[in-house]
């Protein structure tokens, strides 16, 4: 069975915004006016884009930004009280909202949200599943769902694994916002930047993980997914293969003659 090649040709993205350039493709949240909540059309164009990044060779690392005032306010709560909404987009459903989390997941290629403002609620399935986040120093970030007779149950399956457990219980039991500094210290983002500073930071950040060897990119960040969920003993020796099989793939062949001869490697 051939698998499914996805292609961008002919297809009409309604809330989202893409750009290519420099194996870096840059999914731009574009609802400004319902600050950048995620409707069923954003999550449908999120998780194309995300499948068709994780086709493409050529894609070597995805950073997700926003326009607008808000990164994103979460999921839309009226498409979540039934009330639909009639769109333009012309991008196949692949998934649904809880999809966002686990194509991040498993893109096995570096990832990065560039949070230029506050970010809430659902946003975080994004947040949390990324493998960087660098943000604006003065953006909050909340889980409010509980002010309104709701538990994040989503959220917390990427909330635990990169927060310390009491100050992710008291963020979502409470849902009060923690600022930049408070985030950075609890690893929900890796740093806050002046706004000024926020599009270079992460330009240059792309740059650097895009110039990295591809192949064993791919192959540590699924290796990072799968022994998450092992004990130790069940990691080690599975780990030991993965090296085995990394050692001798293209990228280490180049990498390490790139080395020996004294020269920058060219990744294919």
């Keep these: 069975m051939t698998e499914e090649r996805l292609s961008l040709e002919g297809l009409v993205f309604e809330a989202v915004q893409l750009e290519e350039k420099d194996h870096v493709l840059t999914i731009r949240l574009n609802r400004p006016e319902r ?21 493409e060779r050529r894609i070597r690392a995805v950073v997700i930004a926003a326009n607008g005032d808000v990164f994103c306010a979460g999921g839309d709560l009226s498409m979540m009280s039934g009330k639909g909404s009639e769109t333009t987009s012309t991008v196949p459903v692949r998934g649904g909202s809880d999809d966002i989390s686990l194509r991040l997941r498993h893109l096995n290629k570096p990832s990065i949200a560039c949070v230029q403002g506050n970010l809430f609620a659902g946003a975080l399935l994004m947040l949390c599943n990324v493998t960087h986040a660098v943000a604006a120093d003065h953006v909050k970030f909340s889980a409010p769902e509980i002010k309104r007779g709701i538990w994040p149950f989503m959220v917390m399956g990427g909330l635990f694994r990169i927060m310390p457990q009491r100050g992710a219980l008291d963020f979502i039991m409470r849902g009060n916002p923690i600022d930049a500094t408070k985030a950075q210290q609890w690893g929900l983002i890796n740093e806050a930047v002046p706004a000024d500073q926020l599009t270079q930071t992460v330009d240059a950040l792309a740059s650097e993980l895009a110039s990295l060897a591809p192949g064993s990119m791919q192959m ?49």
Excluded: H
């Design 220 to 268: 540590g960040l699924a290796a990072f997914v799968e022994q998450d969920a092992m004990d130790f003993d069940t990691a080690l020796p599975y780990l030991r293969t993965q090296i085995d099989a990394c050692l001798k793939s293209a990228d280490a062949k180049e990498g390490i003659n790139a080395f020996l001869e004294k020269r920058e490697p060219k990744w294919d």
């Design 35 to 55: 600050k950048n909540a995620i409707n069923a059309a954003m999550s449908a164009e999120i998780i194309y884009a995300l499948d068709y990044a994780k086709q």
